[in-house]
């Protein structure tokens, strides 16, 4: 396994201006990689980024509440583990498994945002459990408690009276609440024992 590929699409998209929640979205994608070669953003709200493995269900998650923060929008991701058999000058022209995986799983998403596909069929079942409990918070983020989140994913070595100064206007008390409420506890434990599965498949 060499790859990761997100492919996903915005959720109500039609209702909301896109300068509204897209600089939101390339901002997270240039930090991972470079536009065409490593992500697309085409037919006006569908997106794909390829990323090292270890990376992907974070950037998920990020993607997730970047997006949350503008209401009503929301998103669905596929995450697809594989190999790459051709790595082009655009992403839309690269293939192997990982693409292959995350297109397939893409085309499965209905009532669920956000799920995995590799070539280990007992990982992806462990996974997409795991995945279906977080995402019974996560689906229902406010915009305040998207921004929270993911603040607290991208700065994971700040303390949560830290996070409320960098947001400037919460407490560290109401930080906590909204954490606990958003799941992002839960969250953290998923992301770290990915982390560990990752090394046995």
């Not at 990689?33 to 990020?62: C, H, N, T």
């Not at 560290?172 to 599965?197: D, F, M, T």
Request: aromatic share 8%; proline share 2%; no cysteine.
């Amino acid at each position: 396994m060499t790859i990761a590929v997100l492919t996903g699409d915005i959720i109500n998209s039609r209702r909301a201006e896109p300068e509204v929640w897209l600089d939101d979205l390339k901002q997270i994608f240039n930090r991972f990689g470079k536009q065409s070669k490593d992500w697309e953003i085409y037919r006006g709200d569908s997106f794909q980024i390829s990323l090292p493995p270890q990376m992907a269900l974070e950037v998920a998650f990020l993607i997730k509440a970047a997006i949350k923060k503008h209401k009503p929008l929301d998103v669905r991701i596929s995450i697809g583990l594989g190999n790459i058999d051709y790595k082009s000058e655009k992403i839309s022209e690269s293939n192997g498994s990982a693409f292959v995986n995350s297109g397939e799983q893409f085309e499965k998403l209905k009532k669920n945002t956000l799920a995995i596909k590799s070539d280990h069929s007992g990982f992806d079942r462990k996974f997409n459990i795991m995945l279906n409990l977080i995402m019974f918070f996560a689906d229902k983020w406010s915009p305040s408690t998207a921004q929270v989140i993911q603040t607290s994913l991208e700065n994971k070595d700040l303390k949560q009276s830290e996070i409320a100064r960098k947001l400037n206007k919460k407490s560290q008390s109401q930080i906590s609440e909204i954490l606990k409420r958003g799941g992002y506890e839960h969250l953290v434990e998923v992301l770290n024992y990915y982390q560990s599965e990752l090394k046995s498949i």
